[in-house]
């Protein structure tokens, strides 16, 4: 049994998670970004909803080049090394999760903590936001819209 510390939370509407989890006697941190397909263009979620490598099944784990994909461009604390394709089944619309970790030899004599994984959390969704201009979620019906401003909720909700 293990124990994993989550966090989640949202930064300019993107969705990320933070783990926490030990290995040894050492924090090991991880984060993600969730990519959500409703909030990008077709064509910018279908270049990251990456066919499976073919021949490369490990351990019966597929195995995605996600760092050829535009995900690799994108400011990883080093570079991604998790993908998985989530949602997609009874109607529920498709999900990408993508990260890295904290546990490559730089790391080594480094400690780090939540604060500091937070701030490389919004780097890399500000390099996400130098390439792609997501859709927001409206807090008041829950669709995405294309918003101008700073408003947070659709034009329909603000009408009302
Ligand atoms: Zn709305």
């Known amino acids: 049994m293990k124990k994993v510390s989550v966090w989640n939370g949202q930064y300019k509407d993107i969705p990320f998670e933070i783990n926490k989890f030990n290995i040894g006697n050492r924090d090991a941190w991880t984060f993600y970004l969730i990519f959500r397909e409703?909030?990008?263009d077709?064509?910018?979620?279908?270049?990251?909803?990456?066919?499976p490598k073919?021949?490369?099944?490990?351990?019966?784990?597929?195995?995605?080049?996600?760092?050829?994909?535009?995900?690799g461009n994108l400011n990883w604390h080093g570079e991604c090394?998790?993908?998985?394709?989530?949602?997609?089944?009874?109607?529920?619309?498709?999900?990408?999760?993508?990260?890295?970790?904290?546990?490559?030899?730089?790391?080594?004599?480094?400690?780090y903590d939540v604060d500091y994984?937070?701030?490389?959390?919004?780097?890399?969704?500000?390099?996400?936001?130098?390439?792609?201009?997501?859709?927001?979620?409206?807090t008041r019906c829950g669709d995405f819209f294309e918003y101008k401003s700073d408003e947070n909720q659709c034009e329909n909700c603000t009408k009302k």
Request: charged letters at 25%; hydrophobic letters at 30%.
């Open 38 to 40: 409703p909030q990008f």
């Open 42 to 51: 077709g064509d910018f979620f279908e270049s990251i909803w990456l066919e």
């Open 54 to 71: 073919p021949f490369t099944t490990i351990k019966k784990r597929t195995y995605y080049d996600y760092n050829s994909s535009i995900l």
């Open 81 to 111: 090394t998790w993908y998985s394709k989530e949602g997609g089944l009874d109607g529920e619309s498709r999900r990408v999760k993508a990260g890295c970790d904290y546990s490559h030899l730089f790391d080594e004599n480094h400690i």
């Open 117 to 138: 994984v937070q701030y490389e959390v919004e780097k890399c969704i500000d390099s996400l936001l130098d390439i792609v201009t997501p859709l927001r979620w409206c």
